[in-house]
């Protein structure tokens, strides 16, 4: 069962904008601890990986 993340809209689009350029991009993910950065980004570029996965296990499951 994949979840979706709530909110962020902002955010992802910032950084699926930088995903899909064609130029080189340097990102900087930074805030406050323990409140998803993390988890942003790997929920975004490693769609193949889930989050149930990431609660059974503490880390993302690659299934490839």
Known sequence: MKKNIIGREREKKKLEEIFASKRSEFVAVYGRRR???????RFLF???????????????????
């Open 46 to 64: 490693c769609p193949q990986r889930h989050y149930t996965d990431y609660l059974r296990f503490g880390y993302f499951v690659d299934y490839q």
């Open 35 to 41: 409140v998803g950065k993390t988890f942003l980004i």
